[in-house]
């Protein structure tokens, strides 16, 4: 059986760390207030004064300063006079042209020793003028009151986030790098939007992207309708040096007002009489064959030749003009084999004459040329004399 009971309360009172933090010069007309938590100091003719009790203060109301509320109440007033350790080292922080290592501190800025006078390096920072920040430009200068940094150099590793301004000469506005108004406009020089990359220089221009203004799509424009005594040139490839070298290669049609040819010559001398060479490699659209032995025999390209040299696939339907001519100077006529029981694979395309029978090869008299259209239709690997 209980007899008594006794229960005891305990309380936890958390002490609370009281911080001043500085106010700057003492102004009457400015509200300073006081907490539980923090209170601030101000400097007053020389002397520093911390505000203990908590409430607000606003000289111009009350009618006395701190120094007078310490000299009239003592240790119970609002405003106490603070330790000389304390004034003497915030007093480098509240005094004009306070030094701190090399940065100089001056009401809300803070900079440089160092800067830039009438072009040429200084330490004569007495000049400084945020008004006139020409008389002399420190090597980095903050703004406190309205947050604006300037420094002579700077490196970043982190994020940085900009709605306007300049980095190396470019432009930075919104949505955009470079120029203003470059896609239409009358800007000389490079911008760069989310959807496009463009170059402006008088009647010339560049658009690389995605965006379009032409009333149809197209992801890259260029354009040149200056006058000019030299050659012109839209675009120049210079690839060399692989297996295969594509200058460009895709799907789609091409559909130019002016000349679109090639000019590689693509010359084939026979090995030996009495044979057949198979054409596994396209150069050109023409092959000039110069028969230099008896009963030296061509093939049609076989269907991997022509696959390289598309860049298609092994399934994709194409059609092709494929010229071969008789090298003037050759010693004797030839002929031209399709799949036959000679070119017996099916790397080798079935062959039909105008009639449409199959036939195995196609003769080429000497300084003559046959034309042959060579294609792929669902499989079927066929050419024909056209």
């Not at 007495?126 to 490196?155: H, S, T």
Request: glycine share 10%; aromatic share 16%.
């Amino acid at each position: 059986m209980t007899i008594a009971r006794k229960t005891t309360e305990v309380k936890y009172v958390r002490k609370i760390r009281f911080i001043t933090y500085p106010a700057g010069r003492y102004d009457p007309n400015t509200s300073y207030v006081c907490t539980e938590a923090a209170g601030p100091f101000v400097e007053q003719e020389g002397q520093y004064y911390a505000m203990y009790k908590q409430g607000t203060w606003l000289g111009s109301s009350i009618g006395r300063t701190p120094k007078e509320d310490y000299a009239q109440y003592g240790s119970d007033a609002t405003w106490r006079l603070m330790d000389k350790y304390k004034a003497l080292i915030v007093e480098m922080f509240f005094a004009d042209y306070a030094k701190l290592g090399s940065a100089i501190f001056l009401g809300d800025y803070m900079f440089s020793q160092y800067g830039v006078k009438n072009g040429v390096q200084s330490n004569e920072y007495q000049n400084f003028n945020p008004d006139n920040i020409d008389l002399f430009r420190p090597n980095v200068f903050i703004d406190w009151l309205n947050g604006y940094i300037e420094a002579a150099n700077c490196k970043i590793n982190g994020e940085i986030n900009s709605r306007k301004g300049s980095i190396g000469g470019f432009e930075i506005g919104y949505n955009r790098i470079g120029i203003s108004e470059g896609i239409s406009g009358n800007n000389d020089g490079m911008f760069l939007y989310p959807n496009v990359l463009g170059f402006n220089n008088g009647n010339k221009q560049v658009l690389v992207g995605p965006f379009s203004n032409l009333g149809y799509e197209a992801l890259a424009r260029f354009q040149d309708t200056v006058s000019s005594s030299f050659s012109k040139y839209g675009v120049l490839f210079n690839i060399t040096g692989g297996y295969k070298n594509f200058a460009f290669s895709g799907k789609g049609d091409g559909v130019l007002n002016g000349l679109m040819t090639g000019y590689k010559l693509w010359l084939v001398t026979s090995r030996n009489g009495n044979s057949l060479l198979t054409i596994d490699k396209i150069e050109d659209n023409t092959l000039i064959y110069n028969c230099a032995h008896n009963s030296a025999y061509i093939s049609l390209p076989t269907i991997n030749a022509i696959q390289s040299a598309l860049n298609i696939g092994s399934s994709e339907n194409f059609g092709i003009i494929y010229t071969v001519v008789s090298f003037p100077k050759s010693t004797y006529g030839s002929r031209v084999y399709g799949k036959s029981t000679e070119f017996s694979s099916s790397s080798y395309p079935e062959l039909f004459n105008q009639n449409g029978d199959t036939i195995s090869f196609v003769t080429l008299n000497k300084g003559a040329s046959l034309r042959f259209y060579i294609g792929r239709d669902n499989g079927q690997y066929i050419a024909f004399q056209c």
